[in-house]
């Protein structure tokens, strides 16, 4: 990439390659990983009907449960993974075609929160499989935690970037050139705080997403008992209030496993590839609404909605567990 302007494209352009995770840690899925696979099989049979899917598979058995249940519908390989998180412990890649680039930051389990065998070393796997250059950074940065509209803007949340758990010498300020030099981009947008209960400290792909240049989309609260109703107007108030266009649809609202605590389902979570938006429901009454909504600001794209609360048990959805490889 010598002589050229390290740039971060934005998710709508087009994909040589969509990776995923397969769970394999039992004892992270409650036990039980029945559901998280029934969940993630149909969302990589649906992506790879518009693009080249594979699978990151961290164990023997892994691999056996992943042949059964998607058999050609995706290239299996091999990789250190803790679980299936790829957003966050794979690389974010810059560039296009030829000045493609693996930026491989450093990753402590979420704040230190979850620490899992592998995890550590997925990026740079991924990014040897793919056969991407390395540039490795001492910023600790997880890929959820950053949106980008391919023209230099980028959100992010304070909860999350400037969390003591993660960079606790660095500023706003530093933080912000770290991200200027690693990732090419000019203008950094802060929101405040994430979903309730989100163990990643307020990741921004669960709250607002670029689906345009300048163009952002967040949630409006779902019900009078949507547990993240003061967060959202604030997320939107402040996107509105940085000169962004802003679209919003509605949250899934109070989503809960039996117990009574909300857990941080959202329909931000999709993911976008090529001719594509995967976008995760969760049972809830207001995923049609969602969709429909969707639809229209994703015209040319076919949105499809696909169950994922086995995915959400081990605390993320579709956009978590995804990263795509620019084409």
Same mark, same amino acid.
């Given at each position: 990439m010598?002589?050229?302007k390290?740039?971060?494209a934005?998710?709508?352009?087009?994909?040589?390659?969509?990776?995923?995770?397969?769970?394999?840690?039992?004892?992270e899925?409650?036990?039980d990983?029945?559901?998280?696979?029934?969940?993630?099989a149909?969302?990589?049979?649906?992506a790879a009907?518009?693009?080249k899917?594979?699978?990151?598979? $961290?164990?023997?058995? *892994?691999?056996?449960? %992943?042949?059964?249940?998607?058999?050609? /519908?995706? =290239? +299996? !390989?091999?990789?250190?993974?803790?679980?299936?998180w790829?957003?966050d412990?794979?690389?974010i890649?810059?560039?296009?075609?030829?000045?493609?680039?693996?930026?491989?930051?450093?990753?402590n389990g979420w704040?230190?929160?979850?620490?899992?065998?592998?995890?550590? $070393?997925?990026?740079? *796997?991924?990014?040897? %499989?793919?056969?991407?250059?390395?540039? /490795?950074? =001492? +910023? !600790?940065?997880?890929?959820?935690?950053?949106?980008?509209?391919?023209?230099?803007?980028?959100?992010?949340?304070?909860?999350?970037?400037?969390?003591?758990?993660?960079?606790?010498g660095?500023?706003?300020?530093?933080?912000?050139?770290?991200?200027?030099?690693?990732? $090419?981009?000019?203008?950094?947008?802060?929101?405040?705080?994430?979903?309730?209960?989100?163990?990643? =400290?307020?990741?921004?792909?669960?709250?607002?997403?670029?689906i345009?240049?300048?163009?952002?989309?967040?949630?409006?609260p779902?019900?009078?008992d949507?547990?993240?109703?003061?967060v959202?107007?604030?997320?939107?108030r402040t996107?509105?209030g940085?000169?962004?266009?802003?679209?919003?649809?509605?949250?899934?609202?109070r989503?809960?496993?039996g117990?009574?605590?909300?857990?941080?389902?959202?329909?931000?979570?999709?993911?976008?590839?090529?001719?594509?938006?995967?976008v995760p429901?969760?049972?809830d009454?207001?995923?049609?609404?969602?969709?429909?909504?969707?639809?229209?600001?994703?015209?040319g794209?076919?949105?499809?909605?696909?169950?994922?609360?086995?995915?959400?048990?081990?605390?993320?959805s579709?956009?978590?567990?995804?990263?795509?490889?620019?084409?």
């Amino acid at each position: 990439m010598t002589g050229l302007k390290t740039f971060l494209a934005p998710e709508w352009a087009p994909h040589a390659a969509l990776w995923a995770g397969w769970p394999r840690l039992a004892e992270e899925w409650g036990g039980d990983l029945t559901a998280a696979r029934t969940d993630i099989a149909a969302f990589i049979h649906a992506a790879a009907r518009h693009v080249k899917v594979k699978v990151a598979i $961290g164990s023997d058995e *892994a691999v056996v449960s %992943a042949q059964a249940a998607l058999g050609g /519908a995706a =290239d +299996l !390989v091999r990789l250190p993974t803790g679980d299936i998180w790829l957003r966050d412990t794979g690389p974010i890649v810059t560039g296009a075609g030829a000045t493609r680039a693996a930026q491989v930051f450093r990753f402590n389990g979420w704040g230190g929160k979850y620490l899992m065998d592998g995890d550590t $070393g997925t990026a740079a *796997a991924l990014a040897a %499989a793919e056969l991407l250059p390395v540039h /490795a950074h =001492d +910023l !600790v940065l997880e890929g959820g935690g950053i949106d980008a509209d391919g023209e230099g803007r980028l959100l992010t949340t304070r909860q999350c970037l400037l969390n003591a758990n993660r960079n606790p010498g660095l500023n706003q300020d530093q933080i912000e050139g770290h991200l200027r030099a690693a990732l $090419g981009v000019e203008e950094i947008i802060w929101l405040g705080d994430g979903l309730a209960n989100d163990h990643t =400290d307020g990741h921004v792909d669960n709250i607002a997403r670029f689906i345009g240049p300048g163009h952002v989309l967040c949630q409006h609260p779902a019900g009078l008992d949507d547990p993240n109703t003061d967060v959202l107007i604030e997320i939107e108030r402040t996107l509105t209030g940085a000169g962004l266009m802003v679209s919003s649809i509605p949250s899934p609202g109070r989503i809960d496993f039996g117990d009574g605590v909300p857990v941080p389902a959202s329909h931000m979570n999709f993911t976008i590839t090529n001719g594509a938006v995967l976008v995760p429901i969760y049972e809830d009454r207001y995923s049609a609404v969602a969709l429909a909504e969707l639809k229209a600001l994703f015209p040319g794209r076919e949105v499809i909605g696909l169950p994922a609360r086995g995915i959400l048990a081990g605390g993320g959805s579709f956009h978590c567990m995804t990263r795509e490889i620019p084409a």
